[in-house]
T-cell receptor, first 110, second 116 residues
Framework: KNEVEQSPQNLTAQEGEFITINCSYSVGISALHWLQQHPGGGIVSLFMLSSGKKKHGRLIATINIQEKHSSLHITASHPRDSAVYICAGRFMDSNYQLIWGAGTKLIIKP | DTAVSQTPKYLVTQMGNDKSIKCEQNLGHDTMYWYKQDSKKFLKIMFSYNNKELIINETVPNRFSPKSPDKAHLNLHINSLELGDSAVYFC???????????????FGSGTRLTVV
């Protein structure tokens, strides 16, 4: 069964802290996506990974294919980073549909 | 100059009514999608069109009918609305069909549908 699991479900941190959100998935993934959903509801695609590491500003995403695990890191976190972060896997045997994790609600306090 | 635009942003309607949500993208993408976000915040795919061709049709009630007049538009029509249809519906687009190339997505801002 194609599954994507995220942890933690909720995360509260102080401004400036280094943030890590984890995502694990079952076999057969062709790509993993990280998305951000703002409190207003809009969804932004952050990264798409099939191997290695990607960086954009203060955001870093890594994926370990052998361990079936991906992490999203935020350096020097800021209150505007407060959002729900979602990982989603694209599985080769499900017509390449995306299977979504439950999301991690991140709150950064000033 | 919004990349993926959905209208309306909010929709409140009575049970039994028929309503449509419109989606347009000006990115030149070939593929468009409709997702439903339920109360638990899970995003579930409903439909996907590639160049006006239906490529994904998930198990949704046949009261939901997508229509793609051209590759820049994908509208969602819902007949005989029910209370359980209340959710946020997201439109998205990507440059190419899944499984052919790996590309990311651009999402619309969502339509919050409330059925009363």
């Amino acid at each position: 069964k194609n599954e994507v699991e995220q942890s933690p479900q909720n995360l509260t941190a102080q401004e400036g802290e280094f943030i890590t959100i984890n995502c694990s998935y079952s076999v057969g993934i062709s790509a993993l996506h990280w998305l951000q959903q703002h409190p207003g509801g809009g969804i932004v695609s952050l990264f798409m990974l099939s191997s290695g590491k990607k960086k954009h500003g203060r955001l870093i995403a890594t994926i370990n294919i052998q361990e079936k695990h991906s992490s999203l890191h935020i350096t020097a976190s800021h209150p505007r980073d407060s959002a729900v972060y979602i990982c989603a896997g694209r599985f080769m045997d499900s017509n390449y549909q995306l299977i979504w994790g439950a999301g991690t609600k991140l709150i950064i306090k000033p | 100059d919004t990349a993926v635009s959905q209208t309306p942003k909010y929709l409140v309607t009575q049970m039994g009514n028929d309503k449509s949500i419109k989606c347009e993208q000006n990115l030149g993408h070939d593929t468009m999608y409709w997702y439903k976000q339920d109360s638990k915040k899970f995003l579930k795919i409903m439909f996907s069109y590639n160049n006006k061709e239906l490529i994904i049709n998930e198990t949704v009630p046949n009261r939901f009918s997508p229509k793609s007049p051209d590759k820049a538009h994908l509208n969602l029509h819902i007949n005989s609305l029910e209370l359980g249809d209340s959710a946020v519906y997201f439109c998205a687009s990507s440059p190419a069909r899944w499984g052919h190339r790996d590309y990311g997505y651009t999402f619309g801002s969502g339509t919050r549908l409330t059925v009363v």
